[in-house]
């Protein structure tokens, strides 16, 4: 699987990302559901600005084998 890396992002942007992947933990958990490791380890990734959303969004769907 390649990888997009995303550019080197602002601190505004990260901490944009550090909320949108706190929300959807919580938001998550609201429902009785827990995050697995490899999501958990990804959505960091995501909002250290590894990749963009694009690629979190490939890795996810991969995982369940919808890609």
């Known amino acids: ?7 080197t992002i ?12 706190a929300d959807a933990a919580h938001s998550s958990a609201m429902e009785g559901l ?12 995501y909002a250290a600005g590894e990749f963009d959303v694009d690629e979190l969004g490939r890795r996810t ?7």
Not at 10 to 21: C, F, Q
Request: aromatic letters at 6%; hydrophobic letters at 45%.
């Open 1 to 7: 699987m390649s990888v997009k890396i995303a550019s």
């Open 10 to 21: 602002s601190a505004p942007e990260r901490e944009l990302r550090e909320r949108v992947v």
């Open 34 to 45: 827990t995050a697995g490791a490899e999501y958990r380890a990804d959505a960091a990734a």
């Open 61 to 67: 769907r991969a995982r369940w084998g919808l890609a």
